[in-house]
């Protein structure tokens, strides 16, 4: 049974609606389409199970807006499922934070979908230092990050604006944006998210032989004999 939830604290999940050619599009180039989004699936619905325990409130922020019941076909209702608002990543970040904050949140934390094998302790570790910091983040190997998350007495919308997200300096010029109004931030430790092949093939060499933290995707590449030789060879 899930414990009672922390009503004040909320986990932001942020995720694409599972439209063919639309998701992984950078892995997709290297294992095609069906997979791409065979694993996305995945991905998701790994990263839920993790998260669907713990004491903390669920919403689910999906992209594009047209794709609200193919979000709820796919992942249901049981949480609360809210269109991805604004122009660009960041601005919709910003407004996720906002309707959480507005709702009641004293804290949230943001996350993505790139993640399936993502611990729970990065989780509770990042509640509990929001008790102590005004921000908490986690680094991705990629240069950007895994994790945002505020206080709700700390967070401006205004550390979101002009951000290139597809530079390899996201994640210091976040973190440049917050401490320049001289809020603390906490680092989390880093883990790699999946968005190339090599990330993938990381991912199968470190998961293969302990698939419980992510077993689903780790069946599916399990079972896949083609995508398993992608992934072996080089």
């Not at 249901?76 to 919709?92: S, W």
């Not at 979908?113 to 989780?123: K, N, V």
């Not at 986690?138 to 530079?167: K, M, N, V």
């Amino acid at each position: 049974m899930k414990p009672a939830a922390h009503s004040d604290s909320r986990i932001l999940l942020f995720a694409r609606a599972p439209e063919h050619g639309k998701v992984k599009t950078r892995l997709a180039r290297a294992i095609g389409n069906d997979d791409a989004l065979a694993l996305y699936r995945r991905f998701t619905a790994d990263l839920v199970a993790m998260l669907t325990p713990l004491p903390f409130d669920l919403s689910i922020f999906f992209h594009p807006a047209k794709g609200q019941k193919m979000v709820k076909d796919w992942l249901g209702d049981a949480n609360r499922l809210y269109a991805q608002k604004g122009q660009d990543l960041g601005e919709r970040m910003a407004n996720a934070f906002r309707q959480a904050f507005a709702e009641g949140a004293q804290q949230a934390l943001l996350l993505g979908t790139d993640i399936p094998d993502l611990p729970a302790r990065f989780i509770l570790e990042g509640f509990e230092q929001l008790h102590r910091n005004d921000a908490v983040i986690g680094p991705a190997a990629d240069g950007g990050y895994f994790l945002i998350g505020f206080q709700r007495q700390a967070f401006h919308p205004g550390w979101f604006t002009q951000i290139d997200w597809g530079s390899v300096n996201v994640l210091q010029t976040q973190i440049k944006k917050i401490t320049q109004d001289h809020k603390s931030v906490y680092r989390l430790p880093q883990w790699p998210d999946i968005d190339e092949i090599d990330d993938l093939r990381e991912f199968w060499r470190k998961n293969r032989d302990h698939p419980q933290q992510a077993p689903r995707t780790i069946n599916y590449i399990r079972q896949n004999t083609a995508l398993t030789q992608k992934l072996v060879s080089f």
